[in-house]
């Protein structure tokens, strides 16, 4: 057996024994958190941190927690990092919730440019919505953006159970309401 082979076979040795023990820990966080509080929605992923004995614990709602080594506790809040001072618990929250701005469906929206429009920014905004449009008149004040907006009608208890298209003929009111 020459020398590379040798070390191969050593590393694999070492490193397999690791890799169980790591599957056999995550499948014991999920059973002891799963029996413990059973109203926990579903476990989508365990990883380490970069904190000894820490796991995080990802939620199928996004929601992140933290545990220890046997899933004896559950920690909810931030994890920092103090020599960096870098929120661990932020930074993997912006990593799960971001969307490739490639994948919206761009033809269905209004693209605003002001200045170089640098920066992308992608609005949806309803136009009977006070606040949108307290947001909307407030944009032109920021940076050079491209603002891609796009348009959609959920103000009202009525509209959320039949959305319609922006642009769709409105409903008649009935008679005798103000108009």
Do not use: H
């Not at 579903?42 to 939620?59: A, Y």
């Not at 642009?167 to 009111?173: D, E, F």
Request: proline share 8%; hydrophobic share 35%.
């Amino acid at each position: 057996m020459n020398f590379w082979t040798r070390g191969f076979s050593l590393g694999a040795a070492l490193l397999f024994p690791l890799w169980v023990w790591a599957q056999g820990q995550e499948a014991l966080i999920r059973k002891n958190l799963s029996d413990r509080i059973p109203q926990l929605p579903k476990i989508e992923e365990i990883s380490r941190t970069p904190m000894n004995g820490l796991f995080e614990v990802r939620l199928q709602t996004n929601e992140l927690y933290y545990t220890d080594a046997e899933g004896n506790f559950l920690i909810t809040g931030q994890l920092i990092e103090t020599r960096t001072r870098r929120n661990l618990t932020e930074e993997r929250e912006n990593k799960l919730n971001a969307i490739d701005f490639s994948t919206l469906p761009l033809k269905d929206a209004i693209t605003l440019v002001r200045g170089q429009g640098r920066r992308k920014l992608a609005v949806f905004e309803d136009p009977n919505c006070g606040f949108c449009r307290r947001f909307e008149r407030d944009l032109p004040r920021w940076m050079t953006s491209r603002c891609t907006c796009f348009s959609t009608r959920c103000s009202g208890p009525t509209r959320w159970k039949n959305p319609k298209p922006f642009g769709a003929p409105r409903t008649p009111l009935p008679r005798g309401w103000p108009s």
